[in-house]
């Protein structure tokens, strides 16, 4: 899949959040990440970096380290700044969800920046920008650490592009054919009958209700085989 997405990170001071970062791009499918004048000038390479990439260290081998914002949004047609601080002046501010749903399906190749973890974006570089992203959080406390809202933008864009599929984790369980609930129906039948529970003489509805019941549950062969091992339970201990 092409990635049509940059990830821009300024002056970052912690190199685990790169490395938070770079994870947070990966498991999303993207990986062009740019930074910013960061704190450490090897960052991509930083022990901690490498630590909380966790297996997205190929995203930081082609990471670039670059002097100025409008180096790192060179070929981006569409910048989204990501800023808390409301401002008196500037681009407009939309909730990722709501701006995606449109950029989207549009020609931009496009970029997110993020500022650094204590003092965010200052305004001349959100006025770089062409919309600010706010994540809709609770409104007493929005702080949010940067990799965690790398990972916000980067899932919700996700989806607005398309997504991914989901893998079945656990093999499709085979469900049991109409003889194996009839077989199971039959032997708790006799085990009922063992234990008391159900009167032969005067069975009313016990057994096509159970049936109802088996049916509705869908059961699978191997539910049957563990039904029938507490029927056989049941029968024993009487």
């Known amino acids: 899949m092409t990635d049509p997405t940059r990830f ?28 910013v004048r960061p704190r450490f000038a090897d960052v991509l390479v930083h022990e ?14 082609r990471a670039r380290i670059v002097d100025t914002l409008d180096a790192a949004l060179e070929g981006v047609t569409w910048a989204c700044a990501t800023a808390m601080t409301p401002r008196d002046f500037g681009p407009p501010t939309h909730a990722p969800r709501e701006l995606f749903s449109t950029l989207a399906h549009g020609p931009h190749r496009v ?9 965010g974006m200052s305004n001349e570089d959100v006025y770089r920008c062409h919309a600010v992203l706010s994540i809709p959080t609770e409104p007493s406390y929005g702080s949010l650490n940067l990799a965690q809202a790398v990972q916000l933008v980067a899932y919700d864009w996700r989806q607005a592009l398309g997504g991914f599929g989901i893998e079945p984790r656990t093999p499709d369980a085979r469900l049991a054919d109409a003889q194996a609930v009839q077989g199971l129906l039959a ?9 008391g529970f159900l009167d032969p003489a005067a069975p009313k509805k016990l057994m096509p209700r159970l049936n109802q019941l088996f049916n509705r549950a869908a059961l699978t062969q191997e539910e049957v ?7 056989k339970a049941m029968a024993e201990r009487r």
């Open 225 to 231: 085989h563990i039904l029938r091992g507490i029927a």
């Open 187 to 195: 032997h708790w039948e006799r085990s009922l009958v063992e234990i």
């Open 8 to 35: 821009i990170l300024l002056n970052t001071s912690h190199p685990g959040n790169v490395g938070a970062t770079a994870r947070a791009m990966k498991v999303m499918g993207f990986s062009d990440l740019v930074l």
């Open 111 to 119: 970029g997110f920046v993020f500022g650094s973890e204590r003092h």
């Open 48 to 61: 901690d970096t490498v630590a909380m990439a966790s297996g997205a260290a190929d995203i930081l081998v």
